[in-house]
């Protein structure tokens, strides 16, 4: 089988960043949906990543860490996975606790401006949702307007409060594209853009972030996500090849109850791509 048809999963959450599944679970549930190579990518931190290699390879599955570092770029904010890093490199893990740092206080600011909207207590009901208490990010909020009723699911609370212009968001400064993408090839791994077409960018600006990307040295570009519809699948196919980039795969799997994409469930990647796990198999642990 040539290697762009490979059933590999590199992005997903577990309950030490949104997600609702622990590392242990999303593993089990990788390996009988046929998954064939995976990732753990929980946003700004690497606590789960002993546990989803452990699970991983005790299941026969082959691994890479990761993880999705969140960047401000030209006022947007902006994923940049890493795949195949040390999980114990001292620079990543300090330049991730930094950009977890501000979440509390953001997830504070976050509960008063609900509060001037008429939804009291957000940050404490919030809170009940969350796994690792330095993580509190906007899809616990969601959560919680979700089971208190006021929206009917996580999409209504995202377009009704959570996104730029909407009582409930509260602009957030996140590391810099240029120090995300040198702890990740620090430590060894690659950088990847995660789900390009998520970003409201002008042409310049998608321009300025594949260009800044690359000449800091990132190499990879999500592709095939659950995040991208078939016009993205080819946009982006296009910019990996117009960069010269990897392109990855992966569903953003979240929650059996939220995420419209299963861990493993998307189509596989275009023959013309040359997939980041070509690189990065000296990287990959096998059972
Ligand atoms: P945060 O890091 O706290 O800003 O939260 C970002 C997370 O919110 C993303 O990783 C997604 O899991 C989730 N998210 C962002 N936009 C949406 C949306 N429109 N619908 C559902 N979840 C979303
Ligand atoms: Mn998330
Ligand atoms: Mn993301
Ligand atoms: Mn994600």
Redesign the pocket.
């Known amino acids: 089988m040539s290697s762009h048809r490979l059933n590999a999963d590199l992005h997903c959450?577990s309950a030490v960043s949104?997600g609702t599944l622990q590392p242990e679970a999303l593993a089990a549930r990788a390996k009988s949906n046929g998954v064939e190579l995976w990732a753990l990518t929980d946003?700004d931190e690497v606590g789960g990543q002993q546990r989803a290699m452990d699970a991983a390879l005790a299941l026969g599955l082959p691994y890479l860490t990761g993880t999705e570092i969140?960047v401000t770029f030209a006022g947007t904010?902006v994923?940049i996975v890493g795949l195949g890093f040390d999980i114990h490199d001292a620079a990543l893990q300090a330049g991730l606790a930094a950009t977890r740092g501000g979440?509390r206080a953001r997830a504070l600011a976050m509960s008063d401006a609900l509060a001037q909207a008429g939804i009291a207590n957000a940050y404490e009901g919030a809170l009940r949702y969350v796994g690792n208490p330095d993580l509190i990010?906007?899809?616990h909020f969601?959560r919680h307007l979700v089971d208190s009723g006021v929206c009917a699911d996580?999409?209504e609370v995202?377009?009704r409060f959570l996104?730029s212009g909407k009582p409930g968001y509260v602009p957030?400064r996140w590391a810099s594209l240029r120090d995300a993408v040198h702890w990740i090839c620090d430590a060894g791994g690659m950088a990847v853009i995660a789900h390009p077409g998520r970003y409201k960018f002008t042409a310049n600006e998608e321009f300025a972030l594949f260009s800044e990307f690359k000449a800091h040295g990132g190499r990879g570009v999500e592709v095939i996500t659950g995040s991208h519809g078939l016009a993205d699948f080819e946009k982006y196919a296009d910019t990996a090849l117009e960069f010269g980039l990897f392109a990855s795969r992966g569903a953003d799997f979240?929650s059996p109850e939220?995420s419209r994409t299963d861990l493993g469930a998307l189509p596989t990647l275009p023959a013309v791509l040359t997939p980041v796990w070509e690189p990065l198999d000296e990287r990959v642990m096998r059972p």
Request: proline letters at 0%.
């Open positions: 959450h949104d946003h969140s904010t994923h979440r990010s906007r899809t969601a996580t999409q995202f377009r996104v957030h979240h939220e």
